[in-house]
């Protein structure tokens, strides 16, 4: 099994803490993906500082291809962040690299030589979709709490898995992943947190929960859950026992201060 996944790389800091770890819809995904026992590409761009540096040990360390992970002149991007009540909390945003970030054509055509390629929606990958299709990629994306945004319309019928997270299960967000398969996906799934998951394929609503954990920091849930959620469509299961495997790496993650469940933090100044 060959995954790429294009976009994000960042550093989430914790100035409080004084900690950091990194991070990223697709570093994340990339990690739980090769934990998993697939072989694994990270296409991207990180800073020429001390940030991006340990950006790179740890890709190496988790035996990610990095051969398409560029090094840009600049800062390596970073989300300042915080915890109240265990629940991830979002401060300042410095793009650092990743405003400028593009892919070239011998990016894309290395994504697409892999059975699965994976984006999110802040990846900045997003017009490449239709050529990636195309080319007869397997698609995921991570549209987030994004579901309003015009980039839905605008890229769902080059995606095959979309993913999105919404506070609550209700009648309008069931309706809204049917109409997510309507205009092209194989399945749509939303995660609701604590309340877990639930998935429409074209013919049923499949609905499961989570899986027990003590939490220390939720952040990472969802990047963990799509890992297995699609780790189990690769690997040809149901999608009940695709949510199961979701669950449980989740379940993991949530237990860790960072984004794997075996950790990747150090100190930070």
Same mark, same amino acid.
């Given at each position: 099994m060959k995954i790429a996944a294009i976009g994000d790389n960042c550093v989430d800091v914790y100035t409080k803490? =004084?900690? &950091? &770890?990194?991070?990223?819809?697709? @570093?994340?995904?990339?990690?739980?993906? =090769?934990?998993?026992g697939a072989e694994v590409s990270l296409i991207s761009t990180t800073g020429n500082d001390e940030y991006g540096r340990q950006m790179i040990k740890e890709l190496e360390k988790e035996e990610i291809n990095i051969t398409h992970l560029k090094v840009g002149e600049g800062e390596t991007a970073i989300s300042y962040m915080d915890l109240v009540d265990k629940e991830r909390t979002y401060g300042d945003y410095i793009e650092g690299v990743m405003e400028n970030v593009t892919f070239t054509e011998e990016d894309i055509r290395f994504a697409a030589s892999h059975d699965l390629i994976h984006t999110a929606f802040w990846g900045n990958a997003h017009m490449h979709l239709p050529e990636l299709k195309k080319k007869g990629a397997v698609i995921c994306f991570d549209y987030a709490t994004e579901s309003d945004d015009p980039l839905v319309d605008k890229t769902v019928s080059y995606v095959d898995y979309a993913f999105f997270s919404f506070e609550a299960c209700n009648t309008e967000v069931r309706d809204f992943l049917k109409k997510i398969v309507e205009k092209g996906s194989k399945a749509a799934v939303a995660t609701f947190g604590e309340s877990g998951s639930i998935v429409y394929d074209g013919k049923e609503y499949y609905q499961h929960g989570i899986c027990p954990a003590e939490v220390v920091n939720t952040v990472g849930a969802g990047d963990s859950f799509m890992a297995g959620f699609m780790y189990g469509i690769m690997s040809g299961k149901e999608i009940p026992e695709c949510q199961r495997i979701g669950a449980e790496i989740a379940a993991k @993650? @949530?237990?860790?201060?960072?984004?794997? /469940? =075996?950790?990747? /933090?150090?100190?930070?100044?």
């Open positions: 803490l =004084k900690r &950091y &770890y990194c991070t990223g819809n697709c @570093v994340d995904f990339a990690v739980h993906m =090769k934990r998993l @993650v @949530v237990s860790v201060f960072g984004p794997w /469940e =075996k950790g990747s /933090e150090w100190d930070g100044d």
